[in-house]
């Protein structure tokens, strides 16, 4: 995992976030194109418990897609509706997609047929919007949502400004309480001066994820 961050990250940066649509949003039968399509924004959350934002721009990305069929669905014969219907493979499909939100960005994308499997001791957790596949459904179902069997994914690294919020966050939250009055934390082995150049290094890790126009996806740091 260290290995394939540090190929999305440059430029003095080495940390990256992980989003996921779990599932991927999705109605049986519905195309890839079109589900996107539908989409103005990136379809999936920040897993960090830090506050979500919206994704305005990224840096570099890595993105899987599972569980959604391949092959063309047939409102994609004939004149294509966008240019995410004209793509020959799901692979082109996402790469669009990702252009049209990030021009600029340097994007992977990857596509499994294979879904996640869900079935327990897999957290069941899903809505009965749900189809035992993990696709969308117009109505309720009748039977319990543990029979959701398995769903499709999206999920993906980024590198991006977001990360400037995350970890300056973190830096500010550690500067808050006088850790020097926590003998037991400096018995643990760490030194003072070591934790305060840690901080130091957090912040400017931080100032490599700002976009440098208009500021970050985040208010300055306030230190």
């Known amino acids: 995992m260290l290995h394939f961050a540090e190929s999305l990250t440059f430029s003095g940066r080495k940390a990256v976030a992980a989003w996921a649509a779990l599932p991927f949003p999705a109605s049986s039968g519905s ?127 980024q590198s991006s400004p977001v990360l400037h919020s995350l970890l300056s966050g973190l830096c500010r939250e550690l500067r808050a309480p006088d850790v020097r009055r926590w003998s037991s934390f400096f018995t643990a082995g760490v030194e003072q001066d070591d934790f305060q150049e840690a901080l130091e290094e957090l912040k400017t890790l931080s100032q490599c994820y700002e976009t440098g126009f208009g500021g970050s996806e985040d208010e300055a740091d306030s230190d």
């Open 31 to 157: 195309s890839l194109p079109d589900v996107l399509s539908a989409h103005q924004d990136v379809p999936w959350k920040l897993l960090s418990s830090w506050r979500e934002q919206k994704v305005s721009c990224c840096f570099a990305q890595s993105v899987v897609l599972q569980g959604i069929c391949q092959e063309k669905s047939a409102s994609c014969l004939g004149q294509p509706r966008s240019p995410l219907h004209s793509c020959e493979s799901p692979e082109q499909v996402l790469q669009q997609f990702f252009h049209t939100q990030f021009p600029g960005a340097f994007s992977t994308a990857h596509v499994l047929q294979q879904p996640c499997a869900t079935q327990p001791p897999f957290p069941q957790f899903f809505s009965p919007l749900l189809s035992r596949r993990g696709f969308l459904l117009d109505k309720a179902h009748g039977f319990s949502s543990a029979a959701v069997e398995s769903i499709p994914v999206l999920a993906a690294l």
